[in-house]
């Protein structure tokens, strides 16, 4: 977050959250579960939604989502190849979706006939933990490409999810990468949380990570 | 940037801004060139100050730098064992840092003897580019492992540096990346942008950066 006068601060995140609720109470009306995906640039959330996508239809879920990126909609039309409905919100210069940038997807997607809603944010680390968005569960995707002090140096994005993909296993060798270290830090971080190992490129860890979101 | 009122924008950046100017002066009093190093998460910012150091110090240079980061002082113990005084700056809760932090930083480091200060700023690719520090130029750091359209979704970050490295060519493959889109969109942003593909690994690239570096 940056540096803001503390009422303001206040104001803001009152009024994100207020949105945020009500985005949940939309969510719930139409039978919906919706999923956060956070996580740093390119640890594999728009892969999460590639794979997840099939296995979820296999066992007879209709999955839909919401495409989060500064600009451009790369993530976007990588989404609606799988052939699922998704809306492409752009933040222009916001480094994190927000309350009423997802409201405002909403507005546009058909919810009646789908299950799960995946909120796929900004790459980004710090400024998402700050932004509830309505979903019931926040999974952040990190991955072995980024250094195993990853998890160490982000502690508010552990304490804030409940599920962890450890993604691009790998590759861990190849860039040194301690990955029992990270589980450590995670375990440090967030005694309850759910990690999941993962190579997204193969699709292996979906059907475990299918089996905690139904759940 | 986060939604905060116009005025108070224009505010928070004009105060951090005469900062980042009274911080080149303090450069040039010590005969100092500095540089930022923006980048993602493990696009491989601590890797390159690693390696420079060495190649820097073989040329009669005599580095220093900043360890930005939310929390911790991983990169901040990596950099001094390569024998250069360094400073760890933790921003706390902030994406990025400021001009305010980078002269806290230099508060504590005696510059006399120094040539080069790299300032290694928190893995990010949307709010660095909002606050100018005070060095000449700005590096920004990308990794193949990020994914190919880490460019495109990001103007801002290339139109904002003047120097791209393009790291961990060794696993373009690997993630299926391609180098040759994000030298176009590079391009495209930044028709000036000097570009150089490394694996700081292995050291790869390091003597090119040096003569861009010293030149
Ligand atoms: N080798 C390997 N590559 C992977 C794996 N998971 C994802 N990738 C590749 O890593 C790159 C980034 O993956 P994405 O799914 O786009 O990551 P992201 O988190 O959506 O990225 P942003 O939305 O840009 O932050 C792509 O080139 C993927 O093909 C993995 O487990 N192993
Ligand atoms: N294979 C390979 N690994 C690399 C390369 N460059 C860096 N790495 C590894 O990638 C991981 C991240 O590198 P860092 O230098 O810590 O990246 P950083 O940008 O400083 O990371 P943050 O400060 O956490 O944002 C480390 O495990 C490095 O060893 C490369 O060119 N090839
Ligand atoms: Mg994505
Ligand atoms: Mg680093
Ligand atoms: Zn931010
Ligand atoms: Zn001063």
Redesign the pocket.
């Known amino acids: 977050m940056h540096h803001v006068d503390v009422h303001m601060e206040a104001e803001i995140y009152g009024a994100n959250n207020r949105l945020a609720e009500h985005n949940a109470e939309h969510f719930k009306a139409h039978n919906v579960r919706a999923f956060d995906?956070l996580?740093?640039?390119?640890?594999?959330?728009?892969?999460?939604i590639?794979k997840l996508v099939p296995e979820l239809r296999s066992r007879g879920k209709v999955t839909a989502a919401i495409a989060g990126?500064v600009y451009g909609d790369?993530?976007f039309q990588?989404i609606i190849k799988t052939g699922i409905i998704a809306f492409n919100a752009n933040t222009g210069k916001e480094c994190h979706l927000d309350a009423h940038l997802v409201h405002h997807a909403l507005d546009h997607m058909d919810l009646d006939d789908v299950d799960i809603v995946f909120i796929?944010n900004?790459?980004n680390m710090v400024c998402p933990t700050d932004f509830k968005l309505g979903a019931e569960k926040r999974i952040v995707?990190i991955?072995t490409t980024e250094g195993d002090d990853v998890v160490n140096k982000h502690p508010m994005m552990f304490r804030d999810c409940q599920i962890a993909i450890i993604?691009?296993?790998?590759?861990a060798e190849a860039v040194g990468c301690n990955v029992e270290r990270m589980i450590q830090d995670i375990k440090r971080y967030n005694p309850e949380m759910l990690i999941i190992k993962?190579?997204?490129?193969?699709g292996?860890g979906v059907k475990e990570i299918a089996d905690v979101i139904l759940a």
């Open positions: 995906l996580g740093a640039i390119g640890s594999g959330k728009t892969s999460l590639e990126d790369d993530d990588r796929e900004v790459g995707v991955s993604n691009k296993v790998d590759l993962t190579n997204l490129k193969k292996e």
